[in-house]
């Protein structure tokens, strides 16, 4: 297709853009690949016209912004076809700098650039953080051996400059490269998944506007004040140095553990994080081990002692390098909150009988308001520990990706670190996600507790419907009730549906999904999909296994097994339209997911 015809069905295209379109969270039952879903696009412009229902019968590219989003992969179509590569060669990144480092994670790039788009600073980071850079004013007249050339360029998005002569252009966040250049698709994608995201989905409404030949003006800054201090507030700092914001979590991750890097150039870092931790998380870890940088796991599944584990870990660490203990309070999908005191001697224990320098670096996502650095300090003043929070979902409302670290008075030198990694690699948030955050963290405390409650409540009468089914006492992974009185309000919980008797090893494989299916009817009501903490209403549902927990290692899933059947993971919005309804959807489903239409044991 000529771009001509692409620009000329943009106007239509905006007009119709279904709601299911916007947010942050897509339903995952049928994905289609950034690739699909771009096929799917061009077709329907050669064939149909386009309108809300036809764009909803293209299905979803990816199920999480960060992923990819429809608009952002019709955007990277539109280069696409304007450079004549395939999908897979082009990426949109809300960073300026991060589509340079997906190239400089495979191979050496000298790069030329147009305009001071990239300074010294930046490139001090980039090179100290191992990346082989060099940056040149004019094209060199023969390509330098064994380096990839790279056009930096200051043209806008709407503007796309040549890139003759080069093996790849980068220009205001897309990246595009050549198909003979050895740069593999899948790795470019990955960095940008787990280390930046797309353009957010109003900038990418803007660029397509702006390809049109409209005139778009960007909207003004609102002041971030009472955000950061409302971050801080709700994290428990005290820290002079105020949070600081990204374009999404992972990346706010990753400036971190940079950050660690640039903190102690001359020695390795290693990182002690749960063996099934959010699956991004775990990835991202694993994607910066290198000579630096190392990776160490415990085991909390099922009935392991969270703080036994830590301290079993933490005795087998050889080296001498610096510590970062990264803990999701509550864990992800465990819901398992350890007792803070235990836990923080074990921590210090190990710091004084190894003489290491040890950070503890707490991901609350699931309760931001958890005060959890206050509750640190109550213990001990002297250990550097940042909360991070992934904020698109319970303070953003589901609205926008964003992500925050928060450190304390100890941490002060590793935040100053951070915000040099994140301005030299420009992941902080677009103006969009801003103010979307500016419009929508006031009352994130009370809507946590108002969607712990909700999930209680559900939670009892789930438990009670596999009882009356199965005969079966199902327990649920869900914070306590003391967890939730000293602020840990999540509105998460997982569970084992006891295995039906007489299953097939394939049956009892395929419970939890199943459980899923059947709810996922009720499109009302419930949605297949990752992520939590969204205010619209539904209540996600998800196989951690097969989702969330994707880079996780197939051993480590399996220990959550039980009796053969995964982990399911239910999470609840603030309120429900009909809680009566959800809670009758509940029972059918226990009963359909075991093939029964009243009460009796199936279990054997």
């Keep these: 297709m000529a771009t001509e015809s692409f620009v000329a069905a943009i106007p239509a295209l905006l007009e119709a853009v279904p709601p299911s379109w916007y947010g942050t969270t897509f339903p995952n039952l049928d994905l289609k690949s950034r690739e699909v879903f771009s096929a799917s696009y061009l077709e329907l412009l050669s064939s149909s016209a386009i309108s809300p229902s036809s764009l909803d019968e293209l299905g979803h590219a990816e199920d999480y912004f960060r992923v990819a989003t429809n608009l952002s992969t019709i955007l990277e179509t539109y280069y696409s076809l304007h450079y004549s590569v395939s999908l897979p060669h082009v990426l949109t990144f809300r960073s300026k700098v991060m589509p340079l480092v997906a190239l400089l994670r495979q191979t050496p790039l000298t790069v030329v650039q147009e305009g001071k788009v990239l300074d010294q600073k930046c490139q001090k980071v980039l090179k100290s953080l191992g990346c082989d850079l060099k940056v040149v004013s004019k094209r060199p007249k023969s390509k330098p051996a064994g380096r990839l050339l790279v056009l930096f360029s200051s043209a806008s998005a709407s503007a796309p400059p040549s890139f003759e002569g080069y093996d790849a252009v980068v220009f205001d966040g897309v990246l595009v490269f050549r198909e003979d250049c050895g740069v593999d698709t899948k790795e470019t994608f990955r960095t940008r998944k787990r280390m930046s995201s797309p353009l957010s989905t109003p900038r990418c409404v803007e660029v397509l506007d702006e390809l049109t030949g409209k005139q778009v003006k960007s909207p003004a800054a609102q002041s971030t004040s009472a955000l950061l201090a409302h971050l801080q507030s709700m994290s428990g700092s005290s820290c002079p140095t105020q949070p600081l914001v990204f374009s999404s979590g992972l990346p706010s991750l990753n400036a971190y553990y940079a950050s660690l890097l640039l903190l102690y150039p001359a020695d390795t870092v290693t990182a002690v994080m749960a063996s099934t931790a959010y699956g991004g998380s775990s990835e991202l870890t694993d994607l910066n081990v290198g000579s630096r940088f190392n990776k160490a796991t415990f085991a909390i599944q099922g009935d392991s002692d969270y703080v036994e584990s830590v301290k079993t870990t933490l005795s087998q660490l050889s080296g001498t390098g610096p510590v970062v203990v990264f803990c999701e309070f509550p864990s992800n999908p465990d819901m398992k909150v350890p007792d803070l005191n235990a836990f923080l001697k074990t921590v210090h224990d190990f710091k004084s009988s190894s003489g290491r320098e040890v950070h503890l670096l707490v ?42 670290i928060v450190g304390n008075k100890a941490a002060s030198k590793l935040m100053v670190k951070v915000s040099e990694v994140r301005n030299a690699l420009d992941t902080q948030g677009d103006v969009h996600q801003s103010n979307i955050l500016c419009e929508n963290h006031e009352g994130v405390e009370t809507r946590v507790k108002e969607a ?52 097939t090893a394939a049956r009892l494989a395929a419970l939890a999904q199943d459980f899923v299916d059947i709810l996922q009817k009720d499109k009302v009501n419930f949605k297949p999909c990752v992520s939590f903490g969204q205010d619209n209403k ?7 296994a097969t989702s969330t927990q994707g880079a996780i290692k197939e051993e ?4 959550q097994a039980k009796g053969g059947v995964q982990l399911t993971r239910f999470s609840f919005p603030v309120s429900v339209d009909d809680i009566e309804v959800v809670e009758e959807g509940i029972r059918r489903g226990v009963k359909e997911v075991y093939g029964v239409s009243g009460g009796g044991c199936v279990i054997s």
Excluded: H, W
């Design 363 to 404: 991901d609350t996502t699931f309760a931001p308001p958890s005060k959890v650095l206050d509750k640190i300090g109550a213990v001990t003043s002297t250990l550097p520990a940042c909360a991070f929070i992934s904020l698109s979902k319970s303070v953003s409302r589901g609205l926008t990706c964003a992500g925050c």
């Design 452 to 503: 712990y409650e909700l999930a209680f409540r559900v939670g009892e009468v789930l438990k009670a419907s596999v009882k009356e089914v199965t005969g079966v006492d199902m327990p649920l992974n869900f914070v306590t009730p003391q967890n939730a009185e000293d602020g840990f309000t999540s509105s998460t919980y997982s569970f084992n549906l006891p295995p039906p008797a007489n299953a």
């Design 538 to 544: 539904l209540v996600y549902l998800t196989v951690p």
């Design 556 to 559: 480590d899933k399996a220990q």
